[in-house]
């Protein structure tokens, strides 16, 4: 008992040295604290303070078109002034829509009134168009992130001299008559100069507008759609303002002609020239007052590569203006503009639940998704075979709108479908696609990005179907309406192409977050690439393939005798005479029986019911698109992850 006492007695005084210690150490910290603040006050108070390293200056370059520059100061906050360079920067940027006027007259560059044997093919001319936009999306896909850490005044910088360079070596391609020329600088160095200028402005006026994310992009985009209706009529003026009419030497039955390697040649004072045989068919589809007969190959040229200059030359001063003018909100305006558009949100789900007595949906927040886990999730690649089939269509009916609507109505209907009429139908669908840019993007913003998508492809599938009937209807009976309704059909088709185009950044946006979705657009433009190669191509050789059977379907009903004395060669030939496009349908129609059907209206037939089922499978791709959440962490509400956040910050 007496050693129990006793060794309680021995720990309570050791508790209470240890006690004494820890109090005299930590006097001593504090004295020590005290005597260093007083030492370093003192030493700030009666020194000189240390400057600072002397900034850096930047070059004219950088005050102008670096990041920072890129940047709108902090009482910046007029959002709708940068709508302007965005939107004439996409109104350049659209002007391949209307490539078909260029394609069209460049398959007659020597021949002038018809093709020659040297003049290249439509499949040959309207490669520019899909080149174009191949190397839209491939720089678009692979130099996102690079665009985002230059910022867009760099970006559209570099831009306006690929892109308006581009369409300046486009023009001496078409100069020199040289396809190699033309492909590079019209379809690689422009493609990329669109390629470094499309997304800059969308993701800076998705920025701007957070409130109002459909109704941004589509601003920018609706340029882009509208870019033919600025470039069909500058084209027009100045083609037929530079063109060149070729020599003409007289009717066909007043000169010796002969065949030699399929190329035609007329007897001119005992020298052989080359020449073109045009008939009434072929003259109607021009803007000018000529006579059937011969003209001398090379004698005149259609005024495409001096108008290719000059709209060059314009549209590298207008990228470049955008350059020096365009900015991104500053952060806190950024955060400000947000806040307001989450303010806005709820407070009309709030008046929604008041209304109609259902609770209020709480609001989801959600981290955004980083590139790796995008290209990772199905959804991308759903939405991206959904923009892949839709584009094939789009794509298509613009690179030979001018052709197609001269081919199939101006024989039929010349009063009607005359060359002016088929440039018209150019604008007419680009006003397709502005539509569907502006109408079907607003229409997203009220309903909802996936239920406008489901409308537009499902609709698009009964007017492919439509569009055989409707031509057959209008080249048959000769009535203006079929043909009023198959431009209807082919801008409503046209307006689809323009809704994925526009809502298609905001719908990224939903499904992935705004952190990224120019990186991702730029990886979603490789469908729309990939779509304007097989569009166009697809198109191109199923009716090259229907024309090779109908003309040689036509050829069993010509007489051989006929056939020789037409054309200086015998009907042995005719797949000679046919690559050198001495021979054509309505050549061979004209040596047919009185009552003999043309088959040019069926050229198109199978294009249509194949576009039909693209769009089918358009909307069967996009059903299966569902919302996307981040793997990593699910989604959760506003309360859940600010009482997380909070209770954080007390345990801490």
Request: a positive charge; aromatic letters at 10%; hydrophobic letters at 45%.
């Amino acid at each position: 008992m007496f050693r129990a006492h006793v060794s309680a007695t021995r720990f309570a005084r050791s508790v209470k040295w240890t006690e004494k210690l820890l109090q005299q150490k930590e006097n001593r910290v504090s004295s020590t604290i005290l005597t260093n603040s007083r030492a370093f006050s003192s030493t700030n108070t009666s020194s000189t303070p240390t400057p600072e390293p002397p900034k850096e200056k930047k070059g004219w370059f950088d005050r102008i078109f670096s990041a920072e520059a890129s940047i709108a100061p902090e009482n910046y906050r007029n959002r709708w002034a940068m709508a302007i360079p965005a939107f004439i920067t996409h109104v350049s940027l659209g002007a391949p829509y209307a490539w078909s006027l260029m394609a069209d007259l460049v398959t007659r560059e020597n021949g002038f009134v018809t093709s020659a044997a040297s003049d290249w093919t439509l499949m040959q001319a309207a490669l520019p168009l899909s080149l174009v936009f191949v190397f839209h999306g491939m720089a678009a896909s692979t130099l996102g992130v690079w665009q985002a850490k230059i910022g867009p005044r760099k970006s559209l910088l570099y831009a306006s001299f690929c892109f308006g360079g581009g369409i300046v070596g486009g023009a001496l391609g078409v100069y020199l008559h040289s396809l190699p020329l033309l492909y590079l600088g019209y379809g690689v160095l422009g493609g990329l100069g669109m390629g470094l200028s499309y997304t800059p402005p969308i993701q800076s006026l998705i920025s701007w507008f957070p409130d109002k994310k459909a109704l941004a992009s589509s601003i920018a985009i609706a340029g882009f759609g509208s870019g033919p209706l600025f470039f069909t009529p500058a084209a027009q003026y100045l083609t037929k303002k530079f063109a060149k009419l070729p020599e003409y030497l007289g009717p066909a039955q007043d000169f010796v002609t002969k065949t030699v390697d399929g190329r035609l040649f007329a007897d001119v004072n005992g020298a052989l020239v080359e020449v073109v045989n045009a008939g009434a068919a072929e003259l109607s589809k021009l803007p000018y007052e000529l006579s059937e007969g011969l003209y001398v190959v090379g004698s005149g040229n259609s005024g495409v590569a001096e108008a290719l200059g000059i709209m060059g030359l314009v549209y590298f001063s207008t990228i470049f203006a955008s350059a020096l003018t365009i900015r991104n909100p500053h952060p806190k305006v950024m955060a400000d503009l947000a806040a307001s558009a989450a303010a806005a949100v709820k407070a009309k789900a709030q008046a929604t639940a008041s209304t109609d007595g259902t609770p209020a949906p709480v609001p989801v927040l959600k981290r955004d998704a980083e590139m790796s886990e995008v290209m990772r999730a199905p959804q991308f690649y759903l939405l991206g075979a959904t923009f892949f089939c839709v584009s094939v269509g789009g794509m298509g009916f613009f690179s030979i709108a001018k052709p197609m609507m001269g081919e199939l109505f101006s024989t039929a209907m010349p009063a009607i479908v005359t060359s002016a009429f088929a440039a018209s139908y150019v604008q007419m669908i680009s006003v397709g696609n502005l539509g569907g840019r502006l109408g079907w993007a607003a229409i997203s913003d009220k309903i909802g990005r996936r239920k406008t998508f489901m409308m537009f492809t499902a609709g698009s599938v009964p007017l492919y179907l439509a569009c055989p009937t409707l031509i057959e209807q209008a080249v048959t009976t000769g009535s203006a309406l079929p043909l009023y309704l198959f431009c209807g059909a082919s801008m409503a088709v046209i307006s689809g192409m323009g809704a994925a185009f526009a809502i298609l950044p905001a719908y990224e946006s939903d499904l992935f977050g705004t952190k990224n979705v120019g990186a991702v657009h730029g990886r979603m433009l490789a469908f729309s690439s990939l779509a304007s190669i097989c569009g166009p191509s697809m198109i191109l050789k199923l009716r090259s393939m229907a024309e090779e059977k109908a003309i040689f379907d036509l050829l069993t009903k010509v007489a051989p005798a006929q056939f020789e004395a037409t054309f200086g060669a015998p009907m042995e030939r005719a797949s000679e005479l046919l690559a050198a496009k001495t021979i054509n349908i309505s050549k061979l129609l004209a040596l047919c029986p009185p009552g003999t059907i043309d088959p040019t209206p069926h050229l198109y037939d199978v294009p249509m019911y194949t576009l039909s089922a693209l769009a089918a499978t358009a909307f069967m791709a996009h059903y299966m698109v569902k919302p996307y959440t981040p793997p990593e962490l699910p989604a959760k509400t506003v309360i859940d992850v600010a009482a997380k956040e909070t209770e954080k910050f007390k345990t801490h």
